[in-house]
Nanobody, 125 residues
């Protein structure tokens, strides 16, 4: 019912910036929350940031707090992740996620029913 497509990944140097986008299609008006997760090689999928329906509440992992900013355009069904002061540890595949209805736990992957295919972000030192 909901399709997600990430874009904006690439190869950058430490200290640079990057903005990821997630375009949603289908029945998207009922989405309560959208989020970003990431997965580095050999590691578990990790929560990055989330934003609720109203856009008034945002949540960030401690590792990205102060550097990343999540935003959501409900009218255009697009989610963004502004990534500043990038570090080599930020290197991962970044996934967009969404859910209809209220999300039980925003920082848990199992709370989201819809996922994109991911976009690669590589940060060199």
């Amino acid at each position: 019912q909901v399709q997600l497509l990430e874009s904006g990944g690439g190869l950058v140097q430490a200290g640079d910036y990057l903005r990821l986008s997630c375009a949603a299609s289908g029945r998207t008006f009922s989405t309560y929350a959208m989020a970003w997760f990431r997965q580095a090689p050999g590691k578990e999928r990790e929560f990055v940031a989330a934003i609720t329906w109203s856009g008034g509440r945002t949540y960030y992992a401690d590792s990205v707090k102060g550097r990343f900013t999540i935003s959501r355009d409900n009218a255009g069904n697009t989610e963004y992740l502004q990534m500043n002061s990038l570090k080599p540890d930020d290197t991962a595949i970044y996934y967009c996620a969404a859910n209809t209805g209220r999300v039980p736990v925003l920082v848990k992957a199992w709370s989201y029913a819809y996922w994109g295919q991911g976009t690669q972000v590589t940060v060199s030192s």
